[in-house]
């Protein structure tokens, strides 16, 4: 029988309260939950008609795994930041199904939940990041007794893009993310030097505290991701990070934004020459994550007076080569911002529309002159998205999965840039309501998880 070693302790009938934005708390509500916390070092398998609650950071340690079962719910501990946290060598087994997620979540009753009421996931490989070796994940206080958030090649051997930490499929990630110190957070989702060889696809996140998803180096590839009312930024890129992402959806809150400036996507790398990057006995290299067929829907389109903390749909700095094909990106104050980008930065066969204004530069650089030729310019969002529902902007679901705009044919092929990619005919994340792939009637997305009774909630 597989065995925690962790402090592992059932509790039941266990009394939890949340407070709202005001402070005031409701009565408590009751429920049974399992309680995992500090190392897992042997291989778990968690059972998916109980609930967890995770508290503090819980480790899943190099050669353990953890098994999370579809329909499992699992809490994250607001008092003690519960997160949990794949080491280096360490691997998540969370395969959901369509119509039956695995769901981490806030702890606090339905209508009571907050971003920032737990820590969020963190999965940790090493695969090649352009910082120095063994890094220290954003977000976490390590030591130098532990490999705890420890990330990336050791120095000793190479960096390993092909690793893989395990799977996470069809699993929503919510009210996550935890503000430690500035440009120190805990995202909902926090990829560091993960390996290609993981699998992480069909994934949710709502309600972030911080970025959505963020990654430090690696070469993991992701299908189907949605970030929804992301208070940062829903797709950071960071130290090296070379994966691949098609079929992804972003939708904005217009008055949720965050004080260091809110984007769909911002893109860096590192400060320094490409020369003067650590080998980890491979090619050094800059980020260049490439990502196609993507819906951003921002702020503008839901709304005309937005949170001033907007940025630029797009931020590419610090020598990011990232590029970004046949996706939709629209309703943010500013479209594109070039910031020191790297040499093959490319924004192609996009469109545009909804923006105060196109491109703006920062740090010396310069547009590419053939971005407005090398993309769709549309100044009428109707032209993508059809009749405004009401007040002049676009109301609230079923619009959010039903935006798939007028182009729906000829966008170019983008499989020659990798076999990662297939080749679909249509701009953004779906070219019909019904894509395939997306499956959104099944159940695994929700557009309103503040309110889902997941205490009541029971698997079969």
């Known amino acids: 029988m597989e065995r925690l070693t962790a402090i592992l302790t059932i509790i039941f009938m266990l009394s939890i309260t949340a407070c709202d ?39 899943v340690q190099d050669g353990a795994a953890i098994t999370i079962p579809a329909g499992t719910i699992i809490f994250g501990e607001k008092n003690s930041d519960g997160t949990l946290i794949i080491n280096r060598g360490g691997r998540i087994n969370a395969q959901g199904t369509a119509s039956n997620p695995i769901v981490f979540t806030s ?70 993310g935890i503000d430690l110190s500035v440009d ?45 009312s992301t208070l940062d930024d829903d797709f950071d890129t960071d130290r090296g990070y070379n994966g691949k992402v098609q079929y992804a959806y972003v939708v904005r809150d217009p008055l949720q934004a965050d004080i260091s400036g809110s984007r769909a996507f ?101 547009v590419p002159g053939d971005f407005a030729a090398e993309n769709h310019i549309e100044e009428d969002l109707e032209t993508i998205f059809g009749a405004f529902t009401g007040n002049g902007v676009y109301s609230t679901p079923p619009f959010f999965q039903d935006a798939i705009s007028p182009y729906v044919a000829g966008a170019p092929d983008v499989s020659p840039i990798d076999p990662f990619f297939e080749n679909q005919p249509f701009y953004g994340a779906a070219g019909s309501a019904d894509h395939a792939g997306w499956e959104w009637s099944s159940g695994w997305i929700n557009w309103d998880p503040l309110n889902e009774d997941y205490l009541g909630a029971t698997t079969d």
Do not use: C
Not at 199 to 212: K, L, T
């Open 21 to 59: 934005d005001d402070g005031d708390t409701p009565a408590p509500e009751e429920g049974e939950y399992e309680i995992i916390q500090g190392d897992i070092t042997e291989d778990i398998t968690l059972d998916a008609s109980k609930r967890y609650l995770l508290r503090g950071k819980v480790y």
């Open 107 to 176: 702890q606090a009753p339905a209508g009571f939940r907050n971003r920032g009421d737990w820590g969020g996931v963190v999965i940790l490989g090493r695969a090649y990041n352009n910082n120095e070796a063994n890094p220290l994940i954003e977000g976490i206080t390590g030591s130098a007794q532990s490999d705890n958030g420890i990330y990336g090649p050791d120095g000793a051997s190479p960096a390993d893009d092909e690793e893989s930490s395990g799977t996470m499929r069809y699993v929503r990630i919510e009210f996550a």
């Open 184 to 228: 120190n957070e805990l995202n909902s989702l926090t990829m560091g030097a993960v390996g290609s060889g993981t699998e992480i696809d069909h994934i949710m996140v709502s309600y972030a505290n911080d970025d959505a998803y963020e990654w430090f180096g690696g070469s993991v590839n992701h299908k189907y991701l949605i970030a929804y």
């Open 266 to 366: 911002e893109s860096s790398s590192n400060s320094k020459a490409l020369n003067d990057l650590p080998s980890h006995g491979t090619a050094a290299r800059h980020s260049k994550p490439v990502f196609s067929n993507v819906t951003i829907l921002g702020p503008r389109l839901f709304r005309n007076d937005i949170n001033g903390f907007y940025q630029a749909a797009v931020e590419i700095n610090s020598s990011s080569d990232i590029q970004i094909y046949n996706s939709i990106i629209a309703g943010f104050p500013t479209a594109v911002r070039w910031n020191v980008q790297g040499p093959d930065a490319l924004v192609k066969n996009n469109v545009f529309s909804g923006h105060a204004e196109l491109t703006v530069v920062g740090g010396g650089s310069s």
